[in-house]
C-alpha cells in the first residue's frame, strides 16, 4: 500500500487523528486519559509542537496543532509509542494499539482554524446515545466534559498549561472573558444546527484550505516531492483544477460571462 503524503514545513498547522485497531478502545478508564494527555504534553514540550487543540474519544483522538519546528513525523512517532508502551505495559498486553498510521490533513489556519477548533471540540456529542438530550443538557455536558480543551477556551481556571488557545481566540478578541464566550457562541451554533464537517475538504488530497493555500502548497512543497516518489495523494492534489478556472476558460473560448 502506498504511504500518504506527509506535508512538512516550519510552523504548518494540522488536524490528526489516531483510531484503535479494529476500533477497539483506546482509554479503559480515567487513569489511561491522564496518562494520554500527560504524554501529550510531555511529547509536545520534548518536540516544541504547539497544541491547540484536542479530544479524547472512546476508541479515537483528535488534535489540532502547529509544528514550528516541521517534525509532525517525529513527534506523532514518538508521541503514538510512549502512549502504546503505557498502555501495553498498564494493561498486560502486547502488539500494536492503533489502527495504522495517523491520519493527517494540513491546515489553511488563516480560513478554517476557527471550524476545526470547533469540530474538535463537538466531537462528546456525536456519540448516538447523547442525540436524543436538550440543548440546554448538551451545552452543560460539553462544558463539563474533562477529556478535551474545550473547557480550557471557555474558561481559564483549570486550563492545561501546555494548551495554546490564543491563536483561535484571536478571531474573537483574545483570551478575554468577551473573547471567551463569542467562541462559546461560535461552538454552540454546532449544538444548535447542522454544521458541515470542514475535514470533508481534505479527503484525498489532505489539504484543508482555500484554492490559494492549495495552489500555494502545490507550488512549493508538492511538485518537488514528484521528483522523489510517485505518490497517489501527489497525482490527486496536482490534477485538481478549480470550478473557477474551468467557468473562466470556458467563458473565454465561447466569449460569455
Not at 32 to 51: G, H, N, P
Amino acid at each position: 500500500m502506498a504511504r500518504p503524503l506527509r506535508i512538512q514545513f516550519e510552523n504548518a498547522y494540522y488536524h490528526v487523528t489516531c483510531r484503535g485497531n479494529a476500533r477497539q478502545e483506546i482509554f479503559l478508564n480515567d487513569s489511561d486519559r491522564s496518562a494520554f494527555v500527560d504524554l501529550l504534553e510531555r511529547s509536545s514540550d520534548i518536540y516544541q509542537t504547539e497544541i491547540l487543540a484536542y479530544v479524547l474519544m472512546s476508541n479515537h483522538f483528535h488534535l489540532l496543532l502547529k509544528t514550528p519546528l516541521a517534525n509532525l513525523q517525529e513527534f506523532m512517532r514518538h508521541f503514538n509509542i510512549s502512549y502504546t508502551s503505557y498502555y501495553n505495559w498498564k494493561h498486560d498486553r502486547t502488539g500494536h494499539l492503533y489502527q495504522g498510521r495517523y491520519k493527517s490533513f494540513l491546515v489553511d489556519a488563516d480560513n478554517y482554524l476557527q471550524e476545526i477548533s470547533r469540530y474538535i471540540h463537538l466531537n462528546p456529542m456525536r456519540v448516538r446515545l447523547r442525540s436524543g438530550m436538550t440543548l440546554d443538557e448538551k451545552r452543560k455536558y460539553l462544558r463539563n466534559y474533562r477529556w478535551s480543551s474545550y473547557g480550557g477556551y471557555i474558561s481559564q481556571p483549570g486550563r492545561r498549561d501546555f494548551l495554546r488557545v490564543m491563536e483561535v481566540l484571536a478571531y474573537f478578541g483574545g483570551d478575554t472573558a468577551k473573547g471567551r464566550k463569542k467562541y462559546e457562541d461560535l461552538v454552540m451554533e454546532g449544538l444548535s444546527g447542522k454544521i458541515a464537517n470542514p475535514l470533508e475538504k481534505g479527503i484525498g488530497h489532505g489539504i484543508v484550505g482555500a484554492n490559494e493555500f492549495i495552489d500555494k502548497i502545490r507550488g512549493q512543497y508538492i511538485r518537488s516531492a514528484v521528483e522523489s516518489r510517485e505518490l497517489p495523494a501527489v497525482k490527486k492534489i496536482l490534477a485538481q483544477v478549480e470550478p473557477e478556472r474551468i467557468i473562466r476558460l470556458i467563458g473565454e473560448v465561447f466569449k460569455v460571462k
